[in-house]
């Protein structure tokens, strides 16, 4: 049996995060991402800008989800940059390690996310996914997350087209 918990992350904690931002990122971007850039990812530069991201910005919320006391799971929840929606949360990133992916625990923290920014006061929740991300797109609309036809390109190593998934709180 697995115990689980989410707690709030701290500078502290950004070596794991990052640990598992780029382990997901290796597996769940394998063919739609250029492999050259997923063999670039290091873990300590993107620990580095994560803490450094908190410093500037202290209303962003990292959260770390735990099995068994280790680490297994990341996101964020700040306030959207999208000038087009008003009182709406977004989180730039949400991931796993490959290893626990298919247990449920997507679900429980994003349930976990959708109820800290309610609190926090917003109305509505983004996200931007790479648009070949098929299986994350699948899991987001699962959870009511829909898309709403915004889209913009980011450059990975290439550029690539992202949508947005918004949901009502």
């Not at 735990?66 to 996101?75: R, Y």
């Not at 797109?137 to 690539?160: C, K, N, W």
């Amino acid at each position: 049996m697995h115990q689980t918990a989410i707690r709030r992350a701290y500078a502290a904690d950004t070596p794991a995060i990052a640990r598992i931002v780029n382990a997901a990122w290796r597996t769940a971007y394998a063919g739609i991402v250029p492999q050259s850039y997923l063999d670039s990812l290091e873990d300590l530069s993107r620990a580095q800008r994560m803490a450094e991201g908190l410093e500037r910005a202290p209303e962003m919320r990292y959260y770390l989800f735990e099995e068994n006391g280790e680490p297994v799971g990341a996101s964020c929840l700040h306030a959207t940059n999208d000038g087009d929606l008003a009182n709406t949360a977004e989180f730039s990133f949400f991931y796993f390690l490959p290893a626990v992916w298919r247990r449920g625990y997507g679900t429980a923290l994003l349930r976990h996310i959708k109820r800290e920014a309610a609190e926090l006061g917003y109305g509505r929740l983004c996200c931007w996914v790479l648009e070949e991300n098929r299986r994350a797109i699948a899991f987001y609309e699962s959870q009511g997350m829909q898309r709403d036809g915004a889209r913009h390109t980011l450059t990975v190593g290439v550029p690539l087209e992202a949508v947005r998934c918004v949901t009502d709180l």
